[in-house]
């Protein structure tokens, strides 16, 4: 079971970026698939999350009506589209995948992928 993330950069505040999390050794689909993110001093927290159960996506209220999660499951991969960004959104982006439906806390995830940087600036 391997999660690649990637699509993290510089952007200005406004800006979008999308990010991938690419797996690989297992079906996405079939496990909750959640994007969390980490600042620098701060502990990881939830962004957002895809169900495994019925594809319903779920965001932290931090982000919402801003990013967007979505699934391609030919490609066996989740995405992160963060629109409208702004400098609060800095951190290292991780993907995970667990058993439960929906994981929206660390500890329900059994797999993570590598932190993809995404830095905002004023």
């Known amino acids: 079971v391997q999660l690649q993330a990637s699509g993290g950069g510089l952007v200005q505040a406004g800006g979008s970026l999308r990010l991938s999390c690419a797996a690989s050794?297992?079906?996405?689909?079939?496990?909750?698939i959640g994007w969390f993110r980490q600042a620098p001093g701060k502990e990881r927290e939830w962004v957002s999350c895809?169900?495994?159960?019925?594809?319903?996506?779920y965001y932290a209220d931090s982000v919402k009506g801003r990013f967007t999660i979505s699934r391609d499951n030919a490609k066996n991969t989740v995405y992160l589209q963060m629109n409208s960004l702004k400098p609060e959104d800095t951190a290292a982006y991780y993907c995970?995948?667990?058993?439960?439906?929906?994981?929206?806390?660390?500890?329900?995830?059994?797999?993570w992928g590598q932190g993809t940087l995404v830095t905002v600036s004023s």
């Open positions: 995970g995948a667990g058993l439960d439906p929906e994981v929206v806390h660390p500890s329900q995830i059994g797999w």
């Open positions: 050794g297992f079906t996405a689909g079939y496990y909750g």
């Open positions: 895809i169900s495994s159960s019925d594809g319903g996506t």
